[in-house]
């Protein structure tokens, strides 16, 4: 039974409406950019226009005498800032927040100056006029299998895992797959651009940011400027979108540099063009896939190696193994990343980083070998169902995947399929049909979280949440309202806010888990301190929890997340364009706390992957270094018109016992696989493989000679 059809108590499993959406759609919500201060002056990037090399000067006397220009700050003239230090999620800082440190160049698009203005039209006149010279350095942005600086990058996870005898397991099977995979670089795009405003309030430094952790900017402004914590604030409250990228960047920095030296709020807002340097991106990848399996199917040999690239200044792994260590085990198991240095922007996540990708290469190898088996992919992907982690050895806490198939089979209508390709038409049109499997991976972060029963009968949440378009805030609303046992209009939930106290990002798909474990912890003990009280006092009575414990003692087991993706496309046998015609996604993804919010993410995932699949490609030119397409006129992402009929629903996936919240998270499990399943079904549709994203017309002409 879906979650649809079943019965709920509570406010958690029952469709609502955004707490905000009024607010949305009438303008009264204000977003980081639109938020007025007074005395407000504007900065504007100059970026690096080689792609290796060192300043020699910056001319910027000139400038200084253009209307309105109030400074430029560059590398002569900067603050000093201190970016040895370890951030959240126990990681380093892209050194590339250290702005203005020294004269070195690592990539084109690398910001050199800031120009500081009275108004956003000035500062980017003055921008555009100000002269830097450069000396310039060979430079390298190939980035090749046969790299002679590939490396095992030495991460927070294991680069290679390896068991059993590969070539001996490869040479006894029946039927073996060998094939390379590639995927380009991809870019976030959020609606919203990036915008940040700093100024100093009594001694205070206030930022208003679009970020995804209000806690994350803080803490690491505070360590990058030599602060104590506590005279930092940061505030988000509305984000237009983030997908990743919306960590600390160059644009908040630049704005406390800013404000530190004039003593007035700056903002500074990203173009769209700047965004495709600044805000980092998905490492392209190319990938190897050998499967070896018995006649009847049952895995022998898996490897899955990986390459990305990241920048010659930050180590970001694209680990697009991941899936790998976890849907499918085999006698003879092997994977590893593998990475080489550019002189390219870093690197960063991605919505469903290393999976999504990484799904591509392998459910694209596992429908070739259940071609060569002839065996349905379906029951191919049930014969290889893991006991336990293929990699970790750890039980399952759940493990819904043949679910997810029997259901999407079964709504799809995948019995009827003839698993033949090339034999369907509708006029001029090839059809095909084809499925992968989706993972990603559960898990949850120390968080805090307060709780106030009002005087006059409602409840204040506060907690340094994000929600980044995803409908966070209702989901939280509800989650308060079942832990205090009262209707959702009485319970206000604030977030965005670093006074709020330590709190996690939203990302990974952890957000809603870590926030709602941390609010009915807090809500649960005030409902028993409430019970043992006479009454509510004029200040009310807060109650604040802190999940570190918790969450550190919960025991550890392979926790995921899972989808079945089914597509249909339409291939014209003349002009080779790829037409989606449905997708069909059903997910087990833990308690679905807001049906109405949580079907909206499923489908923007799943349209993500058709953007990834069909349109998605940054082109780098070899000669600059640069970009040749960093706008979305060039950038190509899917439209309404690329957007078929998109279902997505759910299965039914109870928490384990010993799981106090039993949400699973969703950000990202509709992303993963859906590219894969569109290739399949193109394959279906013309007896062609596409093992190289996106499926462009022409590939599909070209790649296997015609159609």
């Not at 350095?137 to 059993?164: C, I, L």
């Not at 120390?446 to 949440?465: K, L, M, N, Q, W």
Request: proline share 6%; hydrophobic share 40%; glycine share 10%.
């Amino acid at each position: 039974m879906t979650t649809t059809t079943a019965a709920r108590k509570g406010s958690v499993g029952s469709a609502h409406t955004r707490v905000e959406g009024r607010d949305k759609v009438t303008g009264a919500a204000r977003y980081s950019g639109e938020i007025p201060f007074a005395g407000l002056a504007h900065g504007w990037f100059v970026l690096s226009t080689v792609a290796r090399g060192r300043i020699r000067s910056v001319q910027d006397a000139p400038v200084l005498q253009m209307p309105g220009v109030l400074t430029v700050l560059h590398h002569r003239n900067a603050p000093r800032v201190d970016n040895n230090y370890i951030g959240l999620l126990g990681m380093v800082p892209d050194p590339g927040v250290a702005l203005f440190q020294d004269d070195r160049v690592p990539h084109v698009g690398w910001p050199v100056a800031l120009v500081v203005a009275e108004t956003p039209e000035q500062a980017r006149e003055a921008a555009e006029a100000l002269a830097v010279h450069y000396e310039t350095e060979p430079h390298d942005v190939a980035f090749s299998a046969g790299h002679p600086g590939v490396y095992v990058p030495d991460g927070r996870m294991p680069s290679v895992t390896a068991k059993g005898d590969l070539e001996a397991e490869l040479a006894a099977s029946a039927a073996v797959v060998d094939a390379e995979y590639s995927t380009p670089e991809e870019h976030h795009n959020p609606m919203e651009p990036h915008a940040a405003t700093a100024r100093w309030d009594g001694g205070r430094l206030e930022v208003v940011d679009s970020n995804q952790s209000a806690t994350w900017i803080a803490d690491d402004l505070a360590k990058l400027f030599s602060l104590d914590r506590a005279s930092v604030r940061v505030r988000s409250e509305h984000v237009g979108g983030a997908f990743g990228a919306k960590v600390l960047r160059a644009h908040q920095v630049a704005a406390v540099m800013a404000t530190t030296a004039l003593r007035r709020p700056v903002r500074v807002v990203l173009t769209r063009r700047q965004m495709f340097s600044l805000v980092g991106y998905r490492s392209p990848t190319i990938q190897r896939v050998r499967l070896g399996a018995a006649a009847d199917g049952r895995l022998r040999a898996l490897q899955h190696d990986g390459l990305c690239l990241t920048s010659t200044v930050y180590e970001w792994v694209e680990a697009c193994t991941v899936g790998s260590r976890v849907l499918y085990d085999a006698e003879a198991h092997h994977t590893s990343n593998r990475m080489v240095r550019l002189d390219v922007p870093s690197t960063t996540w991605v919505r469903a980083p290393g999976e999504a990708p990484g799904s591509f290469a392998l459910e694209s190898a596992i429908d070739e070998l259940a071609e060569k088996c002839e065996i349905d992919p379906i029951e191919l992907r049930a014969r290889n169902e893991p006991e336990r982690g293929p990699v970790s050895g750890l039980p399952f806490a759940g493990h819904r995947l043949p679910d997810c198939f029997r259901e999407g089979a079964r709504r799809f209508g995948w019995a009827e399929r003839d698993p033949r390709p090339g034999l369907q038409r509708d006029g001029r049109w090839l059809l095909g049909t084809g499925t992968a499997a989706a993972s990603f991976i559960v898990l949850a972060m120390p968080s805090t979280a307060a709780v106030t029963a009002e005087a006059d009968g409602t409840f204040t949440v506060r907690i340094a949440a994000a929600d980044v378009g995803t409908g966070a805030r209702t989901a939280l609303t509800l989650i308060a309202a079942d832990a205090l046992e009262v209707a959702p209009d009485r319970v206000q939930v604030r977030i965005g806010d670093s006074d709020f106290g330590p709190a996690m990002a939203s990302g990974g798909s952890m957000g809603t888990r870590s926030w709602g474990w941390a609010i009915m912890a807090a809500a649960g003990e005030l409902r028993e301190r409430l019970a043992l009280s006479p009454g509510i006092p004029p200040e009310g009575v807060t109650v604040r929890s802190d999940t570190t414990e918790a969450v550190r003692n919960f025991p550890y087991k392979e926790r995921h997340s899972y989808g079945a993706q089914f597509a249909e496309v339409a291939v014209d046998v003349t002009t080779g364009e790829v037409r989606v015609r449905r997708m069909l996604g059903i997910f087990a993804a833990g308690r679905i706390v807001n049906p109405l919010t949580a079907r909206n993410q499923f489908i923007g995932g799943m349209t993500w992957g058709i953007s990834m699949a069909l349109h998605e490609e940054a082109v780098r030119d070899q000669a600059t270094g640069g970009l040749c397409n960093a706008d979305l006129a060039g950038y190509h992402i899917a439209a309404h018109a690329d957007v078929p009929l998109i279902e997505a629903d759910w299965v039914d996936d109870p928490p384990e016992p010993d799981d106090p919240v039993g949400i699973k998270g969703i950000g990202e499990i509709s992303t993963v696989g859906t590219a894969a399943a569109i290739a399949n079904a193109v394959w279906h549709a013309t007896g062609v493989r596409h093992r190289n994203l996106p499926i462009r017309p022409d590939r599909v002409l070209t790649e296997g000679g015609h159609v």
